[in-house]
């Protein structure tokens, strides 16, 4: 398993169009939270009763497309090149390589949540100055919504990837996926209400709150995300497993 890990780091490091949107997701993140303090009015936000401690996790949101897409890209590439057959003759067993692709992009999501939200929360809260809070000043409640971000991006980017190797394509898991993170389904929540026990909905208060619009709560959310993510893992890894490698 570890000479696997190890070949599925490999090929994720050194594919140019992973390396660009990992470089993309660490740094969306921070950039439009500078920009947001930039312009950011002290007054609205008290009238709206905007909490201090969000500022920054705004953002996390707008990382979600890029996860899904460097998650595509791991899990698909090789389907488009035919460097998949290569991949399994080297390791014959299949469960083992889609097991590897999926602690990377795991590992991927952890490391890109932590450091871009982070950078991003610093970053707006700084910019801010007397409407931010200190580093001192942090709280709890800030260090878990940055919990909730890692399982957000984590949930989402397996998501992704298991829809990947189900559909052998990443065109359609970003067809399918892109669209829902970027605000299709909010915007019709309060049409159809069950949407939100949808992937995208369901855990989309990990990342910031999103009060009076009939969302889960961060936990039963998360929850249910995670039920998403196990129900099509275990379809994907059963579908690996039997059918042929072209794409």
Do not use: C
């Not at 660490?26 to 950039?31: M, S």
């Not at 929360?121 to 809070?133: D, I, N, S, Y």
């Not at 971000?149 to 559909?167: F, K």
């Amino acid at each position: 398993m570890i000479h696997t890990l190890r070949a599925e780091w490999t090929k994720a490091l050194t594919l140019r169009s992973i390396q660009g949107t990992l470089a993309a997701a660490l740094l969306v993140p921070p950039a439009l939270s500078l920009a947001s303090g930039l312009a950011f009015d002290g007054e609205t936000a008290v009238a709206m009763s905007f909490p201090v401690e969000s500022h920054g996790f705004e953002t996390a949101g707008f990382g979600q497309p890029l996860i899904i897409l460097l998650a595509a890209l791991i899990t698909g590439t090789e389907y488009t090149d035919g460097q998949l057959r290569t991949t399994l003759t080297a390791t014959p067993r299949r469960g083992r390589v889609l097991a590897a692709k999926f602690t990377v992009i795991a590992v991927f999501a952890v490391l890109v949540s932590i450091l871009a939200t982070s950078a991003a929360v610093l970053l707006k809260h700084t910019v801010l100055g007397e409407h931010g809070l200190s580093l001192g000043d942090f709280t709890a409640g800030m260090g878990w919504n940055l919990v909730g971000v890692a399982v957000n991006y984590t949930l989402i980017g397996l998501i992704a990837a298991a829809i990947t190797v189900l559909a052998r394509t990443f065109i359609v898991t970003l067809v399918v996926l892109v669209p829902l993170v970027l605000g299709l389904t909010i915007s019709l929540l309060g049409v159809i209400p069950a949407l939100k026990f949808l992937p995208d909905l369901a855990g989309i208060q990990l990342l910031t709150s999103y009060p009076g619009v009939g969302l889960l709560d961060p936990i039963p959310g998360g929850t249910v995300m995670a039920t998403w993510t196990l129900l099509l893992a275990i379809g994907s890894w059963l579908a690996f497993r039997r059918r042929d490698t072209n794409g």
